[in-house]
């Protein structure tokens, strides 16, 4: 649940980016885009962590079990 919480917060951080940095008649889609944007990044960097972590695992499972 945690991880949802900060992708959540991450996303809208990017929507208030996206939203200052637009031009005035683009401020709804800025906002939208930097909430994408900012979601998928976070998804993104989080799932690549979760499959680092599980390369790892299993390459220490596989070291145990040729040399147990």
């Given amino acids: 649940m945690t991880w949802l919480i900060v992708i959540i917060i991450v ?8 939203f200052i940095v637009s031009d005035d008649g683009e401020k ?17 960097i989080i799932i690549r962590i979760a499959i680092a972590f599980l390369s790892l695992y299993l390459l220490f499972r596989l070291g145990n079990w040729l040399f147990s």
């Fill in 28 to 44: 709804g889609s800025g906002a939208f885009g930097g909430f994408i944007t900012g979601a998928v990044g976070c998804g993104a």
């Fill in 11 to 18: 996303a809208i951080i990017g929507a208030i980016i996206g």
